[in-house]
């Protein structure tokens, strides 16, 4: 069996990954807020952790693994969300539920086993608090239900963090209901235009971070195997989670191995909407500010061409240069199948703390070899060379009638250098640049491809 290598945050180390049961692998990833749509740097999680599952499913079995991924779907920003809008608070999760699975979908995604949602869980959460009540760990103020830090003497280990440090990293709220400012909200009380729902400390709604420690437990048990998410989430949400479930369920571990993917970038600057360039998933689907739609496979292939742990640096270069990558490994498995395992390299690769950067290095030298159907084979446990994305490059090829036209003007190109007819020459390279090919003169002869921006009625003007 292939051995798995992991990092853990919560040891700083790579470590054997060495499940609890081989026959029932869990994992728990953190999913998003619904409240608008997914942008580009909520998608990395999402990627990663599919890798990550493909490649459990791959080693003890597709059902052998349970995989689970929430939706928060009770939170300020969605209340916010209704009353600019004024839109029901339902509608706008159910919406925004649709579209980041249509968008995750198009990046090539598997859904994951189970995908709860915060609201079908409220029951729980309650019984939980209870629970951290009745145990010393929480208590009631004014109204809100709140944990108590100091009762978890581990509080802060996952993230290395003192206490002054996480007060300010946390910008925590003081309340005077507040024994320690950095005691967080279990639960807090909700006014009529509120979601609410009833407890024993009155009309509310849970805090954030509740809701995964009740979820987890509920589906996955007091241990599992993996818990991951962004690095973003280390402080305070996954610490908070530790303690709460610690506590609550101290015959348990919570989770054995956590995982944290760096954030991303957009051409070297961290993404946001005052520098321009902020885009969502489905931005780049569907093109956005004039430039052409990017097919979702590109997008996957990009995210996995930086090491998860390392931030990802989106750019218009990377992308290019995927779209050109993935194009010509088309060309190479077209009517082919999966017939047989990942190439060991890959494998291999992928087993060594998702070594993505360095499985598709490998992907180009099974290529270069050009051995089609071990290409195939190990471009799917990355999620790549799927049947689904072949509609995403329409647009993008060409009929027999076109690639007789670019050959049929590389010949007369040829034929002008030959007889020093530069001008005639130089005409067809600027027809050709006009139309998006893109032509190279190699020692093997001439070779071409047409870029994103390939325009087939350009090319008359070659004719």
Not at 35 to 53: E, I, K, M, Q, S
Not at 68 to 91: M, Q
């Amino acid at each position: 069996m292939t051995t798995i290598r992991l990092h853990n945050t919560k040891t700083r180390t790579k470590e054997v990954f060495t499940p609890i049961d081989p026959d029932n692998v869990r994992m728990y990833v953190c999913g998003p807020t619904v409240y608008d749509r997914a942008h580009l740097g909520n998608a990395r999680p999402v990627l990663v952790f599919d890798v990550l599952y493909r490649l459990l499913r791959h080693v003890y079995g597709a059902d052998h693994v349970t995989y689970v991924r929430n939706f928060t779907d009770v939170d300020d920003k969605i209340n916010a969300r209704a009353a600019t809008s004024g839109r029901p608070i339902g509608e706008i999760t159910e919406e925004t539920i649709g579209w980041f699975l249509d968008d995750m979908h198009a990046l090539g995604a598997l859904d994951p086993n189970q995908m709860p949602r915060a609201t079908q869980f409220i029951p729980q959460m309650v019984a939980m608090i209870e629970d951290l009540i009745a145990k010393g760990h929480a208590y009631e103020a004014e109204g809100h239900v709140l944990f108590a830090v100091e009762s978890y003497k581990d509080y802060g280990k996952l993230s290395g963090r003192t206490v002054d440090d996480m007060i300010a990293g946390a910008r925590v709220e003081v309340a005077p209901y507040k024994r320690n400012p950095m005691d967080f909200v279990l639960w807090k009380p909700s006014s009529d235009d509120l979601p609410g729902w009833d407890s024993p400390w009155g009309r509310g709604r849970p805090g954030w971070h509740i809701e995964c420690s009740a979820m987890s437990y509920e589906l996955l048990g007091e241990s599992f195997d993996i818990h991951g998410g962004g690095n973003d989430l280390m402080f305070p949400h996954h610490e908070n989670e530790i303690a709460q479930s610690c506590c609550a369920h101290p015959e348990g571990g919570f989770a054995n191995v956590w995982m944290h993917n760096e954030m991303l970038q957009v051409e070297g600057k961290k993404m946001s909407k005052s520098l321009g360039n902020f885009f969502t998933v489905h931005d780049l689907l569907e093109g956005h500010d004039g430039q052409p739609p990017v097919p979702g496979e590109v997008i996957r292939f990009v995210m996995l061409s930086t090491h998860y742990r390392k931030p990802m640096d989106w750019t218009e270069k990377k992308r290019e240069e995927a779209e050109k990558t993935l194009r010509k490994w088309r060309e190479l498995v077209a009517g082919l199948t999966v017939d047989d395992a990942p190439h060991p390299d890959v494998l291999a690769a992928l087993a060594d703390d998702l070594n993505t950067p360095l499985a598709l290095s490998a992907l180009h030298r099974i290529a270069r070899e050009e051995a089609p159907q071990t290409l195939l084979n190990s471009a799917r446990i990355l999620g790549l060379l799927q049947g689904e994305f072949e509609s995403s490059f329409q647009g993008k090829t060409f009929d027999a009638e076109i690639e007789a036209t670019i050959e049929e003007m590389i010949e007369l190109r040829k034929i002008a250098r030959e007889n020093k007819d530069f001008a005639q020459a130089d005409k067809v390279r600027d027809a050709f640049v006009a139309a998006g090919v893109t032509i190279k003169d190699t020692k093997d002869g001439v070779s071409w491809e047409v870029g994103p921006d390939f325009d087939p009625s350009k090319l008359e003007a070659l004719k």
